[in-house]
């Protein structure tokens, strides 16, 4: 089962910010909240071929971080590189520049996967929350999108959307807008980072011991009746908290590259902001915790880094922690999750 830990496969993903700069200021993002210390910028594109040195470690690259990635002049050549080193590619995008030359552009290049960002089904909902961005406009993009890739059947088209208290009643209206623009599937997340206490409470899972309220689990549970009917895959992260074995971004297959080279384990230890520090609101707490990253491709190879007894060691905690699940009398007694992953919510189901 961890056989990719003795070196004999390849690792599942390396996540690639190409850009922190975005053009939207979205309700809920840390580039919003923080704009006075923001660091906006684009992946170099020597330092993308650098870390391109090593792809071949992964079968998966996603090429996005904290910002917009087709921002990046150079992504479908990034993508033709990751595709010549035998790596599936998706890009998760704003949609605001994809137009239909972006679109075809990134079909020739090889895209694999196109997720795009939707707040809500209404334009009043999601204009407001994903400040910058039009549904109308979005809508008629994705379409076009659609018509596009009809001859190759390529990319798989993705929506992905937040749940929060003020959009969660449109999910239904969400799978019927999938089916309208030709999107395969909707992806439902939670507001796993909360970034300022301003945005406490929009969160719609549920604190240990409490179940979700009951119009939020009726609105998923139309919703998906409704995918059903329409042939529209949906995925809807659990809404109950619960302490995982490895959090869902599985920092034992995955690798985050920040648009600097730093080598992450995920994204939620690594903001482009000037600070040393990452603030976090959990359970109704404010935390500062400390940017983590364990090496930087501009003076080591990538996959030196992943070998490096630091990062080892942080991700031994995780394989410790799914050996002792699956053999319990090998590993007794309690494995504490690492001091940066006890106030994140990945860390808990969400
Ligand atoms: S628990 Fe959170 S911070 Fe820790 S590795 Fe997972 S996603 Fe990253």
């Known amino acids: 089962m961890l056989s990719f830990l003795r070196g004999k496969e390849r690792l599942r993903s390396i996540q690639v910010e190409i850009s922190t700069a975005c053009q939207l200021n979205c309700e809920m993002c840390p580039k919003n909240l923080f704009s006075s210390r923001w660091i906006s910028a684009l992946m170099d ?8 040195e090593d792809m071949n470690m992964f079968r998966y690259v996603h090429l996005q971080g904290w910002g917009e990635p087709l921002l990046n002049p150079n ?47 209404r334009p009043e909902t999601h204009d407001l929350i994903r400040k910058g961005s039009s549904l109308e406009d979005l809508k008629q993009k994705l379409k076009d999108l659609s018509s596009v890739r009809k001859v190759e059947k390529r990319p798989k088209i993705t929506l992905t959307t937040i749940m929060m208290k003020n959009t969660v009643h449109e999910l239904p209206d969400l799978v019927n807008l999938a089916r309208e623009v030709g999107a395969d599937e909707l992806i439902v997340n939670n507001l796993d980072y909360i970034p300022s206490p301003d945005l406490g409470g ?25 995918a059903d009917k329409l042939g529209v895959r949906l995925y809807v992260r659990p809404l109950k908290m619960e302490e995982s074995v490895v959090c869902a971004e599985s920092p034992l297959t995955n690798v985050f590259v920040t648009y600097q080279g ?20 959990f359970m109704g707490a404010g935390y500062l915790v400390e940017k983590l990253y364990f090496g930087r491709v501009d003076s080591e190879r990538l996959r030196d880094v992943w070998k ?37 919510y990945k860390m808990y189901s969400i």
């Open 262 to 281: 730093d080598v992450a384990p995920c994204v939620y230890l690594h903001l482009p902001t000037k600070e040393r520090v990452i603030p976090r609101f």
């Open 308 to 344: 490096k007894e630091i990062y080892r060691d942080f991700r031994d905690i995780f394989y410790r922690r799914a050996m002792a699940q699956m053999y319990p009398s090998s590993f007794p007694g309690k494995i504490e999750i690492p001091e940066q992953c006890r106030t994140c």
């Open 75 to 121: 992504i479908c050549d990034m993508i033709t590189i990751a595709k010549r080193k035998r790596c599936s590619v998706g890009v998760t995008t704003n949609g605001l520049l994809l137009d239909r030359e972006m679109c075809s552009d990134l079909i020739k290049a090889g895209v694999d996967l196109i997720a795009v960002s939707v707040a809500g089904a």
């Open 202 to 226: 929009m969160e719609v899972f549920s604190p240990p011991g409490l179940e979700p309220e009951k119009h939020i689990l009726e609105s998923i549970e139309r919703a998906k009746l409704l």
């Open 45 to 52: 594109f020597d330092l993308y071929r650098t870390i391109s």
